[in-house]
């Protein structure tokens, strides 16, 4: 791989006020960043309304909630959990939808306070049904295909588990009847990419669930969107797959009456070039000849574990005060004593070391990993080796950084142990 650009909104000075200030490795969230992309998501092309939610299982800080909610975005929460986080950060119950693998043991009472909720089993169904008889939900489908990346981001098709199954249609309908439920949304999260032709194809699917349910007002496409972090790859679009989207919604109403108001939610497009994750070289080391040239960060899996389970490709930077001119290939990997703990493997192949091409690298140069926001934070083998939560801050508009996160303190790791 050639030598990276430049971070996206890191550069050595700002790196080193950042470290100074809060210590590495902390994640540092761009605020003008996170702003324009929800104003992207909000400008999706609609014909008769448009809800956008944030997954907020991509990062859920507080502030980065608390920014989203002001921007005007609503909120999709995988567990209810998420849904108790998310009220803790001031989001009202009224703009959080539910869609979860596991039925929270609160359900009725985050339904009484407002919250949405989507089936996402014919067992939901039939649970929701028991506790709020009468009521209106959302049916979560598998529509049977999907397009994730890979087969561990897969969420659509016979081997993903999300959803019931297109063919359950008539289970579903005895169930609404048995239970005198009305079925308002129907939602799909398939991973559309940035190819319209799909964005397309899974509307088009969808059109069909929809004509099966006469009260359905609202069509949810889930999430999904690609983005490019690494310069080779193709962000998507939004006023470009999103056209064809609105025509579909235009031919439905004119074939049908019925409007259907439109509901889109990115995880991932909001988030994962909104954030860098600053971490320092605290080792090199060489395997000889026919080896290899290793920089081992004072991060790794703890805080960023795409790589090491999809093979997932982050820009590399590594910021000094005078940048190197000489170059060096460099395996990059984690603080963890696990040799699945790397930073730079081959593209989507996590048993494979690839390189990068970076100056030539000293003890306690900074290491930007762009594309940090999504998936980051948020999902990570916390504490393995017991390391403690990394720090996260927000780089504010003015430049300023800002605490959002304290690094954690080494006895909470432990501190529920009797
Ligand atoms: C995770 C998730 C999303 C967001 O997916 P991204 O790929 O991050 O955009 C949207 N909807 C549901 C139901 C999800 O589980």
Redesign the pocket.
Known sequence: MSVSSHPRFLTYENAHVVAENFGTPVYVYDEATLKGNAADVLAFPNAFGLTARY?M??APNAAILKLFGAAGLHF?A?SGHEVRRAMAAGIPPGKISL?AQEIPDDLVELLDLGIDFNACSLNQLERFGKLKRGGSVGIRFNPGAGSGGNNRTNVGGPSSSFGIWHEWIPQIKELLETYDLTATRIHT?I?SGSDPEVWLKVAKMNFDLVRQFPDVVTLNL????KVARMDDEIATDLQVVGKPVKEKFEEFAAETGRQIHLEI?????LVANACSLLASVQDVVSTGEEGYHFIKLNAGMTELLRPSIYGSQHPIHLLQEKTNPDSQDYVVVGHCCESGDILTPAPGDPEVLSTRKLPVAAIGDYIAIDGSG?YASSMTPKHYNSYPEAAEVMLGESGTPRLIRRRQKIEAIWENEV
């Open positions: 997954a299982k991509a999709d995988s869609s999260h991973g889930g999430g999904g969107f939610e990115p995880g991932t497009f999504a």
